[in-house]
């Protein structure tokens, strides 16, 4: 599990790369919380493009972000997710607290 | 109903065997020609069950995870996944969506994504003694080039 972020505007990015399991969880976890304590973003958006593989143990870390951002008054999107977490999200239900967005095109 | 094919596996209830569980089953499967979203749907319902041996079975302690996959008449495949941990005492409550006796760091979805992700989810358990979850997934095969 790889995480990396980028913030402007008061929105931030967190991008996850690899696998998001119950072993991986606790970085994600804390890296996400990290980075919301850093800038204090109003809008997070976690990028999923690089994220290969997502069981229940991330819908967990979802929804704790979710909590962490909701409680500062802030608002969270899901971006870009692969066929196999998506199907884990749509099986949650979670789009119903969390907007879920392909990611748009750019044309040129 | 005939075994085309098999394997066992044992391993410690660490968490980095998780995805090692993962890769395996998919490694399996393989031979049943499956599409990379049947292979998702595989991993996937390994991921839960093995996970649910490490979180639950064996909260504070290490215990073995036995994992056996077995095609069954050349185009079903058989998951079966078993824990010597605590056991659960009422397992139709374990198995409703959101259920979860992990805190926050829990959804409470694994059963019902086995649950729909597979074509067929047992559980047996035996408070004290363990937990069975047996899975059951038909690849069809397809004709022609894909
Ligand atoms: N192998 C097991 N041994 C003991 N208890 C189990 C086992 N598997 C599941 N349980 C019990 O059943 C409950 C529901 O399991 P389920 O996988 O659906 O959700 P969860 O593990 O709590 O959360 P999630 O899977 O979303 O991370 C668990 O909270 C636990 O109490
Ligand atoms: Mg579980």
Do not use: W
């Amino acid at each position: 599990m790889k995480i990396a972020s980028e913030y402007s505007d008061g929105r931030l990015t967190v991008f996850l790369a690899g696998e998001l399991d119950h072993h991986s969880a606790k970085t994600a976890v804390d890296g996400i919380a990290d980075s919301i304590d850093r800038y204090l973003p109003r809008d997070l958006v976690l990028d999923l493009t690089q994220l290969g593989f997502m069981d229940s143990s991330g819908i967990a870390v979802i929804v704790r972000s979710y909590k962490k951002m909701r409680s500062a008054g802030g608002r969270m999107y899901i971006e870009n997710p692969q066929t196999q977490p998506l199907k884990v999200l749509d099986a949650s239900g979670i789009d119903r607290m969390i907007p879920i967005a392909a990611k748009r095109e750019v044309t040129t | 109903m005939t075994v085309t094919n098999y394997i066992k596996l044992e391993f410690p209830s660490f968490s980095s065997n998780e995805s090692f569980a993962r890769a395996a089953a998919a490694g399996f499967a393989a031979q049943l020609d499956p599409t990379l979203d049947e292979l998702g749907d595989i991993k996937t319902s390994v991921s839960e069950a093995v996970t649910n041996c490490i979180v639950h079975a064996y909260p504070d302690s290490i215990g073995t995870i036995s994992m056996r996959l077995r095609i069954l008449d050349g185009e079903k495949l058989e998951i079966v996944i078993r824990d010597k941990g605590r056991g659960i005492a009422d397992l139709q409550q374990a198995m409703l969506p959101m259920y979860t006796t992990g805190g926050e760091e829990r959804s409470g979805m694994g059963f019902t994504i086995m649950e729909s992700f597979m074509d067929k989810l047992k559980v047996k358990s035996t408070p004290g003694k363990g937990t069975t979850v047996t899975m059951l997934r038909t690849i069809r095969q397809r004709r022609g080039f894909r």
